[in-house]
Antibody
């Protein structure tokens, strides 16, 4: 079964850091680009970042550029999102999703990040 | 990058057809055929329903169809069913090599 499982969410103070992980299974992880997408409480979807299969191409939304870093370890079938200088507006459910040329065909269930003092 | 524009809500009765619009610019929707639509039920992850403007992934009902004219893409659901009640989001690749979502549309089946 193709599956993505996010972890690493939690409560963090403004200015703090958090590292999200996404474990992939059931498909050849190294052959696919991956994305992080977030959804603030009661709000819509917001694309956060993308990384190509070999990490050659990385893109970020303006809202997180310079603060978040996407990375992957194909040997461990894992995707990561290092989040620094967190703000209240970063509070959201964070989803990892498999990429197929700018469409996301497999999604995890998400992990919740809350930024609050 | 501004979000694509979708109506906040649409509604229809079972068996009817509805259309949800998604308006962008020539730098996103109008410039590329990388428009996708996602369905999201409350508390669940999004599900891909349409990609590349009008293609359906395997397993998605043929009651769902997509199209595009200029800077506006559309999702049409025919033969509305109760289980179609959900939030729907469009997305598009952009000239900045990023992805942008619409604000979302809540579909109510009356």
């Amino acid at each position: 079964e193709v599956q993505l499982v996010e972890s690493g969410g939690g409560l963090v103070k403004p200015g703090g850091s958090l590292r999200l992980s996404c474990a992939a299974s059931g498909f050849t992880f190294s052959s696919y680009g991956m994305n992080w997408v977030r959804q603030a409480p009661g709000k819509g979807l917001e694309w956060v970042s993308s990384i190509s299969s070999s990490s050659s191409y990385i893109y970020y939304a303006d809202s997180v550029k310079g603060r978040f870093t996407i990375s992957r370890d194909n040997a461990k079938n894992s995707l990561y999102l290092q989040m620094n200088s967190l703000r209240a507006e970063d509070t959201a459910v964070y989803y990892c999703a498999r990429d197929l040329v700018w469409r996301m065909d497999v999604w995890g269930k998400g992990t919740t990040v809350t930024v609050s003092s | 990058q501004s979000a694509l524009t979708q109506p906040a809500s649409v509604s229809g009765s079972p068996g009817q057809s509805i259309t949800i619009s998604c308006t962008g610019t020539s730098s996103d929707v109008g410039g590329y055929n990388y428009v996708s639509w996602y369905q999201q039920h409350p508390g669940k992850a999004p599900k891909l329903m349409i990609y590349d403007v009008s293609k359906r992934p395997s397993g998605v009902s043929n009651r769902f169809s997509g199209s595009k004219s200029g800077n506006t893409a559309s999702l049409t659901i025919s033969g509305l069913q109760a289980e179609d009640e959900a939030d729907y989001y469009c997305s598009s690749y952009t000239s900045s090599r990023t992805l942008v979502f619409g604000g979302g549309t809540k579909l109510t089946v009356l």
